[in-house]
């Protein structure tokens, strides 16, 4: 047996999922010249912030729609909580109403775990997070929690193919005054909210894929962020729970094949 990462419902996330790929891998271009400077600068401020942050840990709350084929749209919630330490380790766990799975990267092996399936795969990934995340999207499909946020060069790839960006505002995000940031790129309408102060944190994210029937959208609020998260010694680490069965991630060029 293979690990899937996405299964039967969660097949219809795929072209979501690839959006969001989109936004952190699409090839580099100059920025488009509707991009307001103002949104670029407190984009650039943020991503500069967190990319500086050698550790942090947050919540987060997830929502995909999947658009049915009579036009209704569904949607699957998730809850998640993240631990990262650069330069090469990353432990998230979630619970879904599609999967609840586990995520231990520890800079020399990434390990995906589903509990409520008592089964895990682990296979060697590259030593820095930012090469970890592209690895698991291109070679596993699994996409890394708010993976084209938290990497170094976060700015680089959500700019990349921006075609325009503007403020829309000053805005509240669980009581949090944040700048309210609106881009539009290939396919994908983006929003992001930015805290305002000293602190320049994403606080929620916004995805609509134009390019998808219905244009489906992801969201993501980010809350409880700590600077100073408690690390336990092997947090990072895996170990398997009695009578938990190892078995292979399902190669992506396989991802459609039947079991």
Known sequence: MRVRTRWRTRRQLAGLALALASLAAAPVQSQGPDVDPEAARILKRMTDYVGG?????????????????????IQFTSA???TLQRPNKLHASRVGDVVSQSFYYDGRTLTLVNPDDGVYATVAAPDTLDAMIDFARD????????????????????????????????????????????????????????????????????????????????????????????????????TPSPGARQIEFLPVSNAGAPR
């Not at 942050?53 to 049915?68: H, P, R």
Request: hydrophobic share 40%; net charge negative; proline share 4%.
């Open 80 to 82: 998640a909580k993240a």
């Open 53 to 73: 942050l050698q550790q942090f840990g947050l919540d987060t709350a997830n929502t995909v729609e999947v658009v049915l084929h009579s036009g209704q749209k």
């Open 139 to 238: 070679s596993l499909d699994v996409i890394a929690p708010a993976g084209d946020l938290i990497t170094t060069d976060a700015y680089t790839r959500l700019m990349a193919d921006t075609s325009s960006g503007f403020v829309v505002g000053k805005s509240f995000i669980d009581g949090v005054r944040c700048d309210h940031l609106a881009f539009r790129g290939y396919g994908v309408d983006w929003q992001i909210w930015i805290e305002d102060g000293a602190r320049p944190l994403p606080r929620k994210y916004v995805v609509t894929t134009l390019a998808l029937g219905g244009a489906p959208q992801f969201e993501i609020s980010m809350r409880n962020w700590t600077i100073t998260p408690d690390i336990g010694v092997r947090q990072f680490e895996f």
